[in-house]
């Protein structure tokens, strides 16, 4: 069964603290892994994903197969970085379709 | 990058009728868009796959005949919520595929009275 797990609903820090929002999959094949983020009142957008390999607004996810995650970190967390965090998964052939985690909060306090 | 617009942004309809949302890819054609279904502060849940040209392909769970999904042409899918009910109250969202990565509508909510 494909599912994403982000085991965190709440992550609060402080500005310039490192910030690591976890995200578990389950896929029987190659994924396509994403972050997206939901800042107030707007609109889902992609963060990154992981073929790209790209670093956006700080933001870094490394594709561990092992064990099976694709955690998002950022080494020090900024007041604007506060948003809904949602992991989500595509497998091959599925046309795009999204399978999203449960999403998670992060607040960062000044 | 890409715009996807949702019409309406919030819609309230009385019990038993039945509400449409449409959702327009502003500057890009996409055979293929996606309707999702969010609560409050909870994840995204897929409903169907909208496909231009032909049937919707649904998740399993939900309502075809509840749900009623038009894909008419390469900038419009339309999500019609039929005989709404107060539990079909939520925030639902539609995305469309571009070359490279899905864009998300801004979301329409819906509340049934």
């Known amino acids: 069964a494909q599912r994403v797990t982000q085991p965190e609903k709440l992550l609060s820090v402080f500005k310039g603290a490192p910030v690591e929002l976890k995200c578990n999959y389950s896929y029987s094949g190659s994924p396509e892994l994403f972050w997206y983020v939901q800042y107030s009142r707007q609109r889902l957008q992609l963060l990154l994903r992981?073929?790209s390999r790209e670093s956006i607004k700080g933001f870094t996810a490394d594709l561990n197969k092992g064990e099976t995650s694709f955690h998002l970190k950022k080494p020090f967390a900024q007041e604007e970085d506060s948003a809904m965090y949602y992991c989500?998964?595509?497998?091959?052939?599925?046309?795009?379709?999204?399978?999203f985690g449960q999403g998670t909060e992060l607040s960062v306090k000044p | 990058g890409a715009v996807v617009s949702q019409h309406p942004s919030w819609v309230i309809c009385k019990s038993g009728t039945s509400v449409k949302i449409e959702c327009r890819s502003l500057?890009?054609?996409?055979?293929?868009m996606f309707w999702y279904r969010q609560f409050p502060k909870q994840s995204l849940m897929l409903m169907a796959t909208s496909n231009e040209g032909s049937k919707a392909t649904y998740e399993q769970g939900v309502e075809k005949d509840k749900f009623l999904i038009n894909h008419a042409s390469l900038t419009l899918s339309t999500l019609t919520v039929t005989s709404a009910h107060p539990e079909d109250s939520s925030f639902y969202i539609c995305?469309?595929?571009?070359?490279?990565?899905?864009?998300f509508g801004q979301g329409t909510r819906l509340t049934v009275v």
């Open positions: 992981h073929i």
């Open positions: 995305s469309a595929r571009g070359d490279t990565e899905a864009f």
């Open positions: 500057d890009f054609q996409a055979t293929t």
């Open positions: 989500a998964l595509s497998g091959y052939n599925q046309g795009g379709k999204l399978i």
